[in-house]
């Protein structure tokens, strides 16, 4: 699932590293943001493309950044302030900014060379919200059977949604066959994919918050950009996190708002609506509702099977083979307890 919105936009090409025990802002950051405040303001825009690196000017040519900063300039106007506020876990720089309708924040992440590596104009999240690292809740897989992790984990190049902070630590299922194919034969109908209609588990108990139905499916292979959740519930638990679950087949869920759930209550069907291009389980959970400011927490399922290992406190990555419970003829491998899963093979 990939939502786009201003308040999320993203233009990244980032390097996996951490700005570990940086607090004052870097002297390169402080010029690289003037000069975006003012190239923004002054409509400058050639001279702030010569300061992006070249791998970045690649994934974003002129037009292509004329038309951004367009169309933030008709959402939130010029920008009258700015301050740095801190740097974050991913070694973005990170400033609050007041534009003339709107609170955003602007994050830029420079190098040695002192250019632009990556910038993005987003939802600026004040830390006074309740933040925790990890799920408080037990959780368990929201479905039965085996699935694979399409994106997840910590790394780039294995989650497509790490650059989105509420869905930082987001996971997208499928399940595939023994010749790692999602679907029967060509793949041209949802019919012919394995996931389509299969049930989606509460993954823990909790109450409803919000639901979102009747959006129609996609044909695989054609996301639907307008409407990137498709079909979608979030479940608030008792401990105050909410767990968004989307892309349902459409009108299958089965339950309400404000309902109660316990874990493994069945909640509706995977379909194929929203922003992806087959069915898919889309899982992730944040600090707060709104997911224009929440952040997102990583998951560790309590015991589950990962690539025939029994394990238990786990957080699956990419390829990632997992089930609830063992469906194999032998028993799982390693004990329960055991912290990391062996990685599978491709």
């Known amino acids: 699932m990939k939502k786009i919105r201003i308040a999320s936009l993203l233009i990244s090409i980032l390097p996996y590293w951490y700005c570990i025990g940086q607090t004052a802002e870097k002297n390169t950051d402080m010029l ?61 720089a990170l400033y609050k900014v007041q534009f003339d309708k709107k609170l955003y924040g602007l994050y830029i992440f420079t190098d040695s060379t002192q250019q632009i590596q990556s910038f993005r104009i987003g939802a600026f999240r004040d830390e006074n919200l309740r933040q925790f690292r990890k799920n408080i809740s037990n959780l368990k897989l929201p479905f039965d059977e085996e699935w694979t992790v399409v994106s997840g984990g910590p790394k780039p190049e294995g989650n497509v949604h790490i650059n989105d902070a509420a869905q930082l630590y987001a996971f997208d299922w499928v399940i595939k066959d023994a010749k790692r194919q999602s679907y029967k034969t060509d793949g041209l109908s949802n019919e012919d994919y394995y996931a389509f209609k299969k049930q989606v588990l509460a ?144």
Request: hydrophobic share 35%; net charge neutral; with cysteine.
């Open 203 to 346: 993954p823990c108990e909790g109450q409803i918050y919000l639901i979102v139905d009747g959006i129609q499916d996609n044909k695989p292979g054609t996301p639907n950009l307008n409407d990137p959740l498709g079909n979608y519930l979030i479940i608030e638990t008792p401990n105050r996190e909410f767990i968004y679950l989307t892309h349902f087949f459409q009108n299958s869920i089965k339950v309400i708002q404000n309902q109660e759930v316990k874990a493994g209550q069945v909640l509706g069907l995977c379909g194929n609506s929203g922003s992806v291009s087959e069915p898919t389980i889309h899982f992730h959970l944040q600090n707060v509702a709104d997911v224009n400011i929440a952040t997102g927490v990583k998951c560790h399922f309590e015991q589950i099977i990962a690539n025939h290992v029994s394990i238990r406190d786990y957080s699956p990555i990419q390829h990632d083979v997992v089930s609830n419970k063992w469906l194999g003829s032998e028993p799982p491998a390693g004990l329960h307890g055991k912290k990391k899963a062996k990685k599978k093979k491709q």
């Open 32 to 92: 690289m943001s003037e000069a975006f405040v003012t190239a923004y303001n002054q409509a400058s825009y050639e001279y702030f493309y010569t300061l992006l690196a070249p791998k970045l000017q690649q994934v974003l040519p002129y037009d292509k950044l004329l038309t951004y900063f367009d169309t933030v300039h008709q959402r939130a106007g010029n920008i009258k302030h700015k301050e740095f506020y801190r740097y974050t876990d991913t070694g973005f």
